[in-house]
Protein backbone atom coordinates (compact mmCIF):
# COMPACT_ATOMS: atom_id res chain seq x y z
CA UNK A 1 0.00 0.00 0.00
CA UNK A 2 1.09 3.66 -1.13
CA UNK A 3 1.21 5.52 2.32
CA UNK A 4 1.00 9.56 2.17
CA UNK A 5 4.87 9.93 3.13
CA UNK A 6 5.42 8.36 -0.54
CA UNK A 7 3.41 10.98 -2.17
CA UNK A 8 5.70 13.66 -2.91
CA UNK A 9 4.94 16.84 -2.24
CA UNK A 10 6.51 20.69 -1.89
CA UNK A 11 7.55 22.11 1.27
CA UNK A 12 5.33 25.37 0.03
CA UNK A 13 1.89 23.18 0.29
CA UNK A 14 3.52 21.90 3.72
CA UNK A 15 4.09 25.17 5.41
CA UNK A 16 1.21 26.54 3.75
CA UNK A 17 -0.74 24.02 4.59
CA UNK A 18 0.30 24.18 8.02
CA UNK A 19 -0.33 28.14 8.34
CA UNK A 20 -3.85 27.88 6.51
CA UNK A 21 -4.10 25.20 9.43
CA UNK A 22 -3.38 27.35 12.46
CA UNK A 23 -5.40 30.59 10.65
CA UNK A 24 -8.28 28.26 10.91
CA UNK A 25 -7.66 27.73 14.40
CA UNK A 26 -7.45 31.21 15.66
CA UNK A 27 -11.01 31.85 13.24
CA UNK A 28 -12.30 28.75 15.23
CA UNK A 29 -11.73 30.58 18.11
CA UNK A 30 -14.03 33.53 17.29
CA UNK A 31 -16.65 31.44 15.92
CA UNK A 32 -20.16 30.64 17.93
CA UNK A 33 -20.86 27.24 17.40
CA UNK A 34 -25.02 25.85 17.35
CA UNK A 35 -24.97 21.79 17.04
CA UNK A 36 -28.42 20.18 16.15
CA UNK A 37 -29.65 17.40 14.99
CA UNK A 38 -29.16 13.37 15.62
CA UNK A 39 -26.15 13.33 18.05
CA UNK A 40 -26.86 10.29 20.06
CA UNK A 41 -24.53 8.45 18.18
CA UNK A 42 -21.58 9.41 20.15
CA UNK A 43 -22.78 7.68 23.26
CA UNK A 44 -21.09 5.15 22.57
CA UNK A 45 -17.17 5.96 22.11
CA UNK A 46 -16.40 2.39 20.72
CA UNK A 47 -18.71 2.56 17.56
CA UNK A 48 -16.97 4.31 14.24
CA UNK A 49 -18.60 6.30 11.81
CA UNK A 50 -17.95 7.63 8.37
CA UNK A 51 -19.03 11.37 8.19
CA UNK A 52 -20.19 12.97 4.85
CA UNK A 53 -20.33 16.85 3.80
CA UNK A 54 -20.06 18.58 0.90
CA UNK A 55 -16.33 19.84 -0.02
CA UNK A 56 -17.72 23.38 0.26
CA UNK A 57 -18.32 23.52 3.96
CA UNK A 58 -15.45 22.06 5.68
CA UNK A 59 -13.09 25.37 6.55
CA UNK A 60 -14.35 25.04 10.33
CA UNK A 61 -14.72 21.22 10.42
CA UNK A 62 -11.24 20.52 11.92
CA UNK A 63 -12.04 22.93 14.96
CA UNK A 64 -15.46 22.37 15.53
CA UNK A 65 -14.78 18.69 15.03
CA UNK A 66 -11.51 18.57 17.71
CA UNK A 67 -13.18 20.69 19.89
CA UNK A 68 -16.88 18.60 20.51
CA UNK A 69 -15.08 14.97 20.34
CA UNK A 70 -11.13 15.82 21.49
CA UNK A 71 -10.41 12.04 22.08
CA UNK A 72 -11.67 10.20 18.84
CA UNK A 73 -9.25 9.15 16.52
CA UNK A 74 -10.04 11.17 12.91
CA UNK A 75 -8.91 10.09 9.07
CA UNK A 76 -9.92 12.30 6.40
CA UNK A 77 -9.99 11.67 2.55
CA UNK A 78 -7.59 14.30 1.03
CA UNK A 79 -6.83 14.38 -3.18
CA UNK A 80 -3.23 13.23 -4.26
CA UNK A 81 -2.58 16.98 -5.50
CA UNK A 82 -0.78 19.99 -4.14
CA UNK A 83 -4.53 21.34 -2.56
CA UNK A 84 -4.52 17.86 -0.80
CA UNK A 85 -0.96 17.96 0.69
CA UNK A 86 -1.83 21.30 2.12
CA UNK A 87 -4.72 19.75 3.35
CA UNK A 88 -3.19 17.06 4.94
CA UNK A 89 -0.54 19.56 6.61
CA UNK A 90 -3.81 21.73 7.97
CA UNK A 91 -5.26 18.24 9.69
CA UNK A 92 -2.00 17.78 11.70
CA UNK A 93 -2.71 20.71 13.54
CA UNK A 94 -5.62 19.38 14.32
CA UNK A 95 -4.32 15.96 15.60
CA UNK A 96 -6.26 14.63 12.24
CA UNK A 97 -4.71 12.24 10.05
CA UNK A 98 -5.22 11.79 6.32
CA UNK A 99 -5.19 9.67 3.18
CA UNK A 100 -4.01 10.43 -0.59
CA UNK A 101 -6.51 10.05 -2.82
CA UNK A 102 -9.34 9.80 -5.85
CA UNK A 103 -11.68 8.59 -7.76
CA UNK A 104 -9.43 9.82 -10.73
CA UNK A 105 -5.72 9.36 -9.24
CA UNK A 106 -5.00 6.33 -6.32
CA UNK A 107 -8.22 5.57 -5.92
CA UNK A 108 -8.12 2.05 -5.03
CA UNK A 109 -4.88 2.92 -2.91
CA UNK A 110 -6.89 5.20 -0.88
CA UNK A 111 -10.15 3.00 -0.15
CA UNK A 112 -7.17 0.52 1.31
CA UNK A 113 -5.65 2.77 3.72
CA UNK A 114 -9.19 3.72 4.77
CA UNK A 115 -10.26 0.69 5.62
CA UNK A 116 -7.05 -0.08 7.38
CA UNK A 117 -7.75 3.31 9.32
CA UNK A 118 -11.23 1.99 10.11
CA UNK A 119 -9.63 -0.98 11.50
CA UNK A 120 -7.35 0.76 13.73
CA UNK A 121 -10.31 2.36 15.28
CA UNK A 122 -10.80 5.74 13.29
CA UNK A 123 -13.82 7.50 11.88
CA UNK A 124 -13.35 8.39 8.59
CA UNK A 125 -14.19 11.76 6.75
CA UNK A 126 -14.97 12.18 3.01
CA UNK A 127 -16.24 15.40 0.76
CA UNK A 128 -18.21 13.00 -1.98
CA UNK A 129 -18.35 15.94 -4.53
CA UNK A 130 -14.19 16.47 -4.64
CA UNK A 131 -11.82 16.88 -5.69
CA UNK A 132 -12.91 18.63 -8.70
CA UNK A 133 -16.65 17.91 -8.69
CA UNK A 134 -18.97 18.56 -10.09
CA UNK A 135 -20.48 20.73 -6.97
CA UNK A 136 -23.04 18.92 -4.72
CA UNK A 137 -23.34 15.69 -6.84
CA UNK A 138 -22.50 12.95 -4.64
CA UNK A 139 -19.65 10.25 -5.97
CA UNK A 140 -20.08 6.61 -5.59
CA UNK A 141 -16.75 6.09 -3.59
CA UNK A 142 -18.16 6.98 -0.11
CA UNK A 143 -21.00 3.94 -0.61
CA UNK A 144 -18.40 1.83 -1.62
CA UNK A 145 -16.15 2.48 1.42
CA UNK A 146 -19.64 2.02 3.65
CA UNK A 147 -19.81 -1.53 2.15
CA UNK A 148 -16.47 -2.29 2.72
CA UNK A 149 -15.82 -1.24 6.34
CA UNK A 150 -19.12 -1.37 7.38
CA UNK A 151 -19.22 1.87 9.06
CA UNK A 152 -22.85 3.85 9.00
CA UNK A 153 -22.84 7.17 7.41
CA UNK A 154 -23.55 10.61 9.38
CA UNK A 155 -24.35 13.15 6.77
CA UNK A 156 -23.34 16.72 8.04
CA UNK A 157 -24.02 20.36 7.61
CA UNK A 158 -21.61 23.29 8.43
CA UNK A 159 -24.26 26.49 8.18
CA UNK A 160 -22.13 29.68 7.91
CA UNK A 161 -24.58 32.24 8.88
CA UNK A 162 -22.11 35.03 7.52
CA UNK A 163 -19.01 33.81 5.47
CA UNK A 164 -16.94 35.09 1.90
CA UNK A 165 -17.37 32.98 -0.59
CA UNK A 166 -14.08 32.15 -2.76
CA UNK A 167 -14.46 31.96 -6.88
CA UNK A 168 -13.59 28.20 -6.55
CA UNK A 169 -15.12 25.24 -8.79
CA UNK A 170 -16.78 24.10 -5.36
CA UNK A 171 -17.74 28.21 -3.96
CA UNK A 172 -15.54 27.50 -1.00
CA UNK A 173 -16.96 29.30 2.28
CA UNK A 174 -15.42 30.96 4.67
CA UNK A 175 -16.73 31.99 8.20
CA UNK A 176 -16.91 35.30 9.40
CA UNK A 177 -14.25 35.87 12.20
CA UNK A 178 -17.00 36.33 15.25
CA UNK A 179 -19.90 34.79 13.08
CA UNK A 180 -22.34 31.95 14.12
CA UNK A 181 -21.49 28.64 12.42
CA UNK A 182 -24.35 25.89 12.85
CA UNK A 183 -23.30 21.90 12.98
CA UNK A 184 -25.92 19.87 12.02
CA UNK A 185 -25.64 15.99 11.93
CA UNK A 186 -28.56 13.90 10.33
CA UNK A 187 -29.49 10.53 10.99
CA UNK A 188 -27.10 7.97 10.03
CA UNK A 189 -27.06 5.56 7.28
CA UNK A 190 -26.54 1.96 6.70
CA UNK A 191 -25.00 0.16 3.80
CA UNK A 192 -25.47 -3.26 3.14
CA UNK A 193 -22.45 -5.10 2.19
CA UNK A 194 -24.28 -6.75 -0.77
CA UNK A 195 -26.46 -4.48 -3.21
CA UNK A 196 -27.44 -4.80 -6.31
CA UNK A 197 -26.62 -2.45 -9.13
CA UNK A 198 -30.03 -0.70 -8.63
CA UNK A 199 -29.98 -1.20 -5.00
CA UNK A 200 -26.38 0.54 -5.14
CA UNK A 201 -28.08 3.77 -6.86
CA UNK A 202 -30.33 3.81 -4.67
CA UNK A 203 -28.27 4.74 -1.43
CA UNK A 204 -26.37 6.53 -3.63
CA UNK A 205 -29.19 9.00 -4.59
CA UNK A 206 -30.39 8.80 -0.60
CA UNK A 207 -27.56 10.40 0.51
CA UNK A 208 -26.80 12.61 -1.99
CA UNK A 209 -30.41 13.92 -1.35
CA UNK A 210 -30.14 14.33 2.24
CA UNK A 211 -27.26 16.80 2.07
CA UNK A 212 -28.64 18.52 -0.41
CA UNK A 213 -31.59 19.51 1.88
CA UNK A 214 -29.51 20.92 4.04
CA UNK A 215 -27.89 23.60 1.74
CA UNK A 216 -31.25 24.56 -0.27
CA UNK A 217 -30.48 28.58 0.82
CA UNK A 218 -26.48 27.37 -1.41
CA UNK A 219 -28.78 25.68 -4.57
CA UNK A 220 -31.15 28.63 -4.50
CA UNK A 221 -27.68 30.30 -4.83
CA UNK A 222 -26.77 28.44 -7.95
CA UNK A 223 -29.73 28.50 -9.38
CA UNK A 224 -29.44 32.55 -9.48
CA UNK A 225 -26.23 32.93 -10.99
CA UNK A 226 -26.69 30.57 -13.76
Partial sequence: ????????????????????????????????????????????????????????????????????????DCVV????????????????????????????????????ALKKAAKEGADLVVTPDGPRGPRYHLQAGVIKLAQTTGLKMIPMHFHYHSSWTLKTWDRFRIPKPFSKVTLELREVLEVPRKLTEDEFEAKRLTLETCLREGITDLLEEDDTNH
Fill in 1 to 72: MTSDNEIKGSWKAEWGGKIAGWLIRLLGMTLRVETKGWQDQFADDSEQFIHVLWHNQVCAGPYIWRGLYPQR
Fill in 77 to 112: LTSASKDGAALAAAMKVFKVGSVRGSSSRRGAAALI
